[in-house]
């Protein structure tokens, strides 16, 4: 399902605002601060609510506070709301239950000294999913279901830097392949389009890794350059979920201009199937992606927020974008 709107109330500095009119194909542009980042996270968050713990921790750990500072200024009083089409999910924190907090200070080793939030989705205004959250000092988080977990999670992929680095290539490797074979033939593919010289890359064996193969031999994927690694663990994202949501917080980063264009190809390949969102400062990478997406739709969003919290944006289509050129510069080098 394709949404269309996102709307947002008391979460890290957006004390309010809603986007609406969501494509296939969404880049958010902007400078920093205008809110960029917090709208990936809070449509992660809309979409599968239990990713509520990775999303808090997922800029670093330091202490109870990380948890507070979802809260728009700390204000934990007020209710986070984040809505998106039909569902509409509110994150509260709440006093722990003596039972739960006895319960993960046994079994888990948590402190006495916890925080709680409460997280209830509804869908049609009817429950469709509620847990509660704790939190431990030290980072540690579990999650007790107010009402039965669901065993299927949505098609639903955050990728940043942090994702990437943390994933070795087998990684990446053994999560295609749990998609099915057809993922793998849609990552070569994808692969083929900027080396075409590469036929396949196949794990033989544990001890030697993957191997690049060629037409006249194989190379040790260790071997390969560090962005073609890393364009490879990104891919690996992009051609794993069908039917699904994807969002890319700066697909840019550290990437050199041939591994980028590959991210991109990747990128238009799986918005084929699935709908995706993308946080950028790159005008270069913004230029690949309009060479490559001819029957893509895309919409381009630039947030702000004001010195209330308050989110505002403007948006264009690919067709303007051309004429939005420097403007779009100004805004990414500025």
Same mark, same amino acid.
């Given at each position: 399902?394709?949404?269309?709107?996102?709307?947002?109330?008391?979460?890290?500095?957006?004390?309010?605002?809603?986007?609406?009119?969501?494509?296939?194909?969404?880049?958010?542009?902007?400078?920093?601060?205008?809110?960029?980042?917090?709208?990936?996270?809070?449509?992660?968050?809309?979409?599968?609510?239990?990713?509520?713990?990775?999303?808090?921790?997922?800029?670093?750990?330091?202490?109870?506070?990380?948890?507070?500072?979802?809260?728009?200024?700390?204000?934990?009083?007020?209710?986070?709301?984040?809505?998106?089409?039909?569902?509409?999910?509110?994150?509260?924190?709440?006093?722990?239950?003596?039972?739960?907090?006895?319960?993960?200070?046994?079994?888990?080793?948590?402190?006495?000294?916890?925080?709680?939030?409460?997280?209830?989705?509804?869908?049609?205004?009817?429950?469709?999913?509620?847990?509660?959250?704790?939190?431990?000092?030290?980072?540690?988080?579990?999650?007790?279901?107010?009402?039965?977990?669901?065993?299927?999670?949505? #098609? @639903?992929?955050?990728?940043?830097?942090?994702?990437?680095? =943390?994933?070795?290539? &087998?990684?990446? $490797?053994? *999560?295609?392949?749990?998609?099915?074979?057809?993922?793998?033939?849609?990552?070569?593919?994808?692969?083929?389009?900027?080396?075409?010289?590469?036929?396949?890359?196949?794990?033989?064996?544990?001890?030697?890794?993957?191997?690049?193969?060629?037409?006249?031999?194989?190379?040790?994927?260790?071997?390969?350059?560090?962005?073609?690694?890393?364009?490879?663990?990104?891919?690996?994202?992009?051609?794993?979920?069908?039917?699904?949501?994807?969002?890319?917080?700066?697909?840019?980063?550290?990437?050199?201009?041939?591994?980028?264009?590959?991210?991109?190809?990747?990128?238009?390949?799986?918005?084929?199937?699935?709908?995706?969102?993308?946080?950028?400062?790159?005008?270069?990478?913004?230029?690949?992606?309009?060479?490559?997406?001819? #029957? @893509?739709?895309?919409?381009?969003?630039?947030?702000?927020? =004001?010195?209330?919290? &308050?989110?505002? $944006?403007? *948006?264009?289509?690919?067709?303007?974008?051309?004429?939005?050129?420097?403007?779009?510069?100004?805004?990414?080098?500025?």
């Amino acid at each position: 399902m394709t949404i269309k709107y996102l709307e947002i109330e008391n979460f890290r500095g957006i004390a309010k605002g809603k986007i609406e009119g969501f494509t296939q194909l969404n880049i958010l542009v902007g400078k920093n601060n205008s809110g960029k980042s917090t709208i990936l996270e809070a449509l992660a968050i809309a979409l599968d609510p239990e990713l509520l713990s990775e999303i808090i921790k997922r800029r670093g750990w330091y202490g109870l506070d990380t948890v507070l500072s979802i809260f728009r200024l700390r204000d934990d009083k007020k209710e986070i709301k984040i809505s998106v089409d039909d569902r509409v999910t509110f994150i509260k924190r709440k006093i722990s239950y003596a039972k739960d907090a006895e319960f993960l200070i046994k079994s888990y080793n948590f402190s006495e000294d916890m925080i709680t939030l409460d997280s209830k989705t509804l869908k049609d205004e009817r429950v469709e999913k509620h847990f509660r959250c704790y939190f431990d000092p030290e980072g540690k988080v579990h999650i007790l279901h107010q009402t039965e977990p669901k065993l299927l999670s949505p #098609n @639903i992929i955050f990728i940043d830097s942090l994702s990437i680095y =943390d994933k070795t290539p &087998i990684d990446a $490797y053994n *999560s295609v392949f749990e998609h099915g074979y057809k993922a793998h033939e849609r990552l070569i593919k994808v692969i083929n389009t900027v080396y075409p010289e590469i036929k396949d890359i196949r794990l033989f064996s544990e001890k030697i890794g993957l191997e690049v193969i060629y037409e006249h031999g194989k190379v040790p994927f260790f071997a390969m350059g560090d962005g073609f690694k890393s364009a490879y663990i990104y891919l690996a994202y992009l051609m794993s979920i069908e039917n699904g949501y994807i969002l890319c917080e700066e697909p840019e980063n550290y990437q050199h201009p041939s591994s980028r264009r590959l991210i991109v190809k990747g990128i238009v390949e799986s918005a084929k199937r699935n709908q995706i969102f993308i946080s950028t400062h790159s005008l270069e990478l913004i230029d690949d992606i309009l060479s490559e997406a001819e #029957n @893509i739709d895309i919409k381009f969003f630039v947030p702000s927020l =004001d010195e209330n919290g &308050i989110l505002t $944006y403007y *948006s264009f289509d690919k067709e303007e974008a051309e004429f939005r050129r420097k403007e779009l510069e100004a805004d990414l080098r500025g």
